[in-house]
C-alpha cells in the first residue's frame, strides 16, 4: 500500500525511559505498522505491553526515542512542538479511559472548547456542529447539563463528541469505557462506533471487549507486534 491509502506508519520507532542509573529501559521496539485510511483497528495485550504508550506516539504527545511516524503522510515529529500541536488538534482526536471533562461548562460548551483554538470548524457552525455530535450520541437531552449532572456513561459520550468534534480524520481511544458498566459500555461503544464509521474515520482502539475486536477490520496484540526485552511497568 502506498502512503497515500494509509493513516498511520511506523518505521522503526522506539521509546526509552532513563532508570537514573545510567541505563534506560526500553518500553517500546516496533519494526513496521501501518493502519489503511478508513479501517478500524483493534490493540489488544496485557497491562505493561505498550498500549497507551504507542496511542500517545501516534498522537505525538510523547517522542519517540528513535524512528518515524506519519500521519497522512505527514511526519509529525519533523514539525516545530507548535506546528505538530495544531497538526495534532485538527487531524487527530483521542478519547482516554478518564473523561476529562470541565466541570463550569455544560455538555455543548465542553465539546466546544474542542474547536476553540482550531480553525477546522468555521466559528458560526461550531455550536451546531456540537450540538449535533451529542444528539447523534443520545445526548439531545443532556445539551445545557454539567459533568456532575450526567452519568458516567453521559459523561464519556460528551468526551467523545469532544474528540470528534474538530472532524479529524483519525482517532485514538485508550479503552475508553474501562470504567463503565457492561451494559452502559456497549451502549456507549455502539454509538461511538456508529459515528465513526458514518464519517469515515480511521479508528485505533486500546479495548479486550468482544464486541469491539468482532467489529475490527484488523487486530494487532501488542505482545506480537512490540519487540522490546523488558515490558515491565509500562502502560
Known sequence: MTHARLA???HGVKKSFPLGNG???EVLNIGQLALPAG???????????GKTTLLNLIAGVAV????????????????????????RAQHIGYVFQ??????AFSALENVMLAMLFTHAIPKRQQRQRAGEL?????????????????????????????ALANNPPLIL??????SLDANTAREVLAAF???????????????????????????????????AGNRHNVT
Open 39 to 49: 479501517s478500524y483497528t483493534v490493540l489488544k495485550g496485557p497491562s505493561g505491553s
Open 193 to 227: 462506533l456508529s459515528v465513526c464509521r458514518e464519517e469515515r474515520k480511521t479508528l485505533c482502539i486500546v479495548s479486550h471487549d468482544a464486541t469491539v475486536l468482532d467489529a475490527a477490520d484488523q487486530i494487532l496484540d501488542m505482545t506480537d507486534i512490540n519487540r
Open 98 to 103: 478518564t473523561f476529562n471533562l470541565l466541570a
Open 8 to 10: 498511520v506508519t511506523l
Open 23 to 25: 541505563s534506560n529501559l
Open 173 to 178: 481511544a485508550d479503552e475508553p469505557c474501562a
Open 134 to 162: 451529542l444528539s447523534r450520541l443520545g445526548l439531545s437531552m443532556r445539551l445545557s447539563h454539567k459533568p456532575q449532572h450526567l452519568s458516567r456513561g453521559e459523561q464519556q459520550r460528551v468526551a467523545i463528541a469532544r
Open 64 to 87: 519517540p526515542t528513535a524512528g518515524t511516524i506519519r500521519v497522512y503522510d505527514t511526519e509529525i515529529f519533523a514539525l516545530p512542538e507548535p506546528q505538530r500541536d495544531r497538526f
